[in-house]
């Protein structure tokens, strides 16, 4: 029984094709984002983002991608998680190959509340797409 998987990550040409591609592959993503360029977006902020938070409401998780270093600041996708925990969804961050500080930088402190689950291995994301499409059972 699949779940809807709101994804979240950089916003770029590179991150769409990957999640397109997952989508493809049958995975229940419910990102409309992924399918708008970069200025379709900027035209209506105040329309994307009320879209966004109604499709992380309707998603049972939501999956973060962060594919190197260079993706933090996460900026908007710090947002996206932060309305995810306050929605009460589970959140699977996979980050692999980010090696975190001992106080969880660069991501931050919120990686360890209750809900989020991080993995770092080399197919971290793959794992978080499955864990969140089978309803979060690792």
């Known amino acids: 029984n699949s779940q809807m998987i709101y994804v979240s990550s950089r916003t770029s040409p590179t ?65 996206e998680v932060g309305m995810a925990i306050a929605m009460g969804k589970r959140i699977f961050v996979a980050m692999p190959k980010i090696n975190l500080t001992y106080n969880h930088q660069p991501a931050g402190s919120w990686v360890k509340h209750p809900r989020v689950t991080l993995l770092t291995h080399d197919d971290a994301l793959r794992t978080a797409m499955d864990t969140a499409r089978d309803g979060g059972v690792k």
């Open 15 to 79: 991150y769409a094709a990957i999640w397109k591609s997952l989508r493809d592959e049958g995975y229940p993503i419910s990102s409309s984002w992924i399918d708008s360029t970069g200025s379709d977006l900027r035209k209506d902020f105040e329309s994307a983002w009320m879209c966004f938070e109604g499709e992380i409401a309707a998603a049972s998780s939501l999956v973060l991608y962060v594919g190197q270093r260079a993706d933090f600041p996460l900026a908007s996708s710090l947002v």
